[in-house]
């Protein structure tokens, strides 16, 4: 055979036993975690500008594939974030907080806020119950056990010199659902109900209640940004270029209020795959505050909260649970 022959066969081994002259390298894939509701609008909005074709996160950070998981409580979601089916999420402060401390502050951390706000106790509209001494022998229901309302509202009794337990004391709180809480409201089987939005907002325009108390928004953090240490570990400058999309997307829900409030009432709808009311998303914006700024004395106050209703017992130190990539 002729040396060209040779030459074209020692060119081709070449290029076909090194596969990177050819293929470009894999892709990372990124699972992030949320809520179906008003409170994670940031990755609502997100989604649905990737079912629009001009994907928010993608075209930010193309070389990134980006996949999302939907949970109905914050538990759920740390459980999946320690066993790295997720790698980051939204998620409330307390689930994050008592996440952080079971893994000894090795396992996650917060990168950065995204909603403060949101959050209200709600009574019946013919209820004169306001102040704290005003509930004693009523019944009032929270989404669920320890999570970022449910110690919320034993905290608002207990600071007011109330008893209250895991099972009864001066008032009884009864941790729900809060599809069920909505249907106990519109019953009467509850006296009152401790949620967030939009469910605040349900209940005042579909079961006949009214806030007489809401959460301030200095202490009332309702939504952050979590990212596993194995994540961040592991990719760096993903975790770094993501935080700082989603910051950036913050900016634009606060520039564009009424296209980010049309496009969480059509994702809501999209996943619901009911007709989710713009009208129920327009009520309960204005009691949301999009800010990503979020530091360790945060945590700080929902610690104390979580201690004073016996959920947390030891004193962690928690000056690296917030960090900025």
């Known amino acids: 055979m002729s040396r060209t022959f040779y030459s074209f066969v020692l060119f081709l081994s070449i290029f076909w036993g090194t596969p990177s002259y050819f293929c470009a390298a894999e892709d990372v894939k990124v699972t992030i975690g949320y809520f179906p509701n008003i409170t994670h609008a940031h990755?609502?909005?997100?989604?649905n500008m990737t079912v629009n074709g001009d994907g928010w996160f993608e075209q930010r950070i193309p070389e990134i594939h980006f996949e999302?998981?939907?949970?109905?409580?914050?538990?759920s979601a740390m459980e999946a974030l320690f066993a790295k089916a997720v790698n980051v999420t939204y998620v409330g402060p307390n689930p994050a907080l008592n996440a952080y401390i079971r893994s000894g502050g090795s396992g996650l951390y917060v990168v950065s806020g995204a909603v403060r706000g949101g959050a209200a106790l709600v009574v019946p509209e013919g209820s004169y119950s306001a102040?704290?001494?005003?509930?004693a022998g009523k019944r009032i229901a929270t989404p669920q056990l320890g999570n970022t309302q449910d110690i919320a509202c034993r905290n608002w009794f207990l600071q007011a010199g109330m008893l209250v337990t895991m099972t009864g004391g001066d008032v009884q709180i009864i941790p729900t659902a809060n599809a069920s809480i909505f249907s106990l409201f519109a019953t009467g089987k509850i006296d009152a109900a401790?949620?967030?939005?939009?469910?605040?907002?349900?209940?005042?325009?579909e079961a006949g209640g009214k806030i007489v108390y809401a959460e301030p928004e200095e202490s009332s953090i309702t939504t952050v940004l979590v990212a596993s240490n194995d994540f961040i570990d592991?990719?760096?400058?993903?975790?770094k270029k993501f935080v700082a999309a989603h910051e950036e997307l913050n900016t634009w829900i606060l520039e564009h209020p009424e296209e980010a409030r049309q496009r969480v009432a059509d994702e809501l709808t999209r996943q619901t795959r009911r007709k989710f009311p713009l009208a129920l998303v327009e009520r309960a914006w204005p009691r949301l505050v999009?800010?990503?700024?979020?530091?360790?004395?945060?945590f700080s106050m929902a610690l104390q909260a979580?201690?004073?209703?016996?959920?947390?017992k030891e004193n962690p130190d928690l000056s690296g649970l917030v960090i900025h990539p």
Do not use: C, Y
């Open 43 to 47: 990755a609502l909005i997100a989604q």
């Open 68 to 75: 999302w998981i939907s949970f109905n409580a914050g538990p």
């Open 131 to 135: 102040m704290p001494k005003d509930f």
């Open 194 to 205: 401790w949620t967030v939005e939009p469910w605040v907002s349900r209940l005042e325009m």
């Open 234 to 239: 592991e990719h760096p400058d993903i975790v």
């Open 290 to 298: 999009f800010n990503t700024l979020i530091n360790t004395e945060n």
């Open 306 to 312: 979580a201690q004073r209703a016996n959920f947390i």
